[in-house]
């Protein structure tokens, strides 16, 4: 695992829970308004490495403080160790969240089956006309699939909705890319069941590709009483 940042403690990466969040390094797209440009692009790579061993001994040692621990990204369903990283996880009594952009049904899948995951939060980027373009196309799908593949995209979505575990779709909304329009439309596309999550874009210098801005929060405000009154379960998130 290239475990590339380690939020000691969070109120909040896991919902009603005291956290740990693991950032591991290495993403399969290139979203243009993506905040973590440090772990996802190569040549911007943070210098920070975390021995796994050091991680261990940090959640051994908060085991009566903490009560989850989040593994996020970059891309954490492209590390091989994935698995088994949190199968030590979860022997120390930890509840697990996964953030992922679903590009990997087949790594959910597996996870599932094994019953490691406790809570996943999945992005959706666009909708599904704008998907790719969202995702940065034209970078490389580093999992050797199409990039932004729609397809992989619904599997994971299908299978969030058969697994049982608690789950919540998220998108960081970007003024120059998501209008009401496309807002509705991802609506329709995933309402049924799990929250969406609406993230206002935040700015933190380290954004892939720069000239993107948030919404003002009534603007906001006002997106999240549009798509309710059309009975989509949508809450509101502070920042991307």
């Known amino acids: 695992m290239n475990i590339a940042g380690l939020t000691k403690t969070t109120l909040l990466d896991y919902p009603e829970h005291v956290a740990a969040t693991i950032f591991v390094a290495g993403c399969n797209f290139r979203c243009p308004f993506c905040h973590n440009a440090t772990l996802v692009l190569p040549d911007m790579a943070a210098p920070t490495h975390i021995d796994e061993a050091e991680v261990f001994s940090f959640l051994e040692k908060r085991k009566n403080v903490l009560s989850a621990v989040c593994i996020s990204g970059g891309e954490p369903t492209l590390a091989a160790g994935l698995p088994s990283f949190i199968r030590q996880i979860k022997e120390l009594g930890y509840l697990v969240k996964l953030d992922t952009n679903g590009s990997r049904p087949d790594v959910l899948a597996a996870l599932f089956s094994e019953g490691l995951l406790d809570y996943v939060a999945m992005d959706i980027k666009h909708t599904k006309g704008q998907y790719a ?18 397809g992989k995209i619904e599997a994971s979505m299908a299978l969030l909705r058969d697994s049982g575990i608690a789950h919540e779709f998220r998108t960081t909304v970007v003024r120059e ?30 954004v892939i590709k720069g000239g993107f801005n948030a919404y003002g929060a009534e603007r906001m405000e006002e997106f999240s009483r549009m798509l309710s009154e059309r009975g989509v379960d949508v809450r509101l998130r502070g920042d991307g």
């Open 133 to 150: 373009t969202a995702c940065g196309a034209g970078g490389t799908a580093v999992d050797g699939g199409a990039f932004a593949d729609l």
């Open 177 to 206: 890319l998501h209008d009401e329009a496309d807002l509705l439309e991802i609506g329709e596309w995933i309402k049924g069941g799990a929250p969406w999550y609406l993230q206002t874009f935040v700015d933190n210098g380290t």
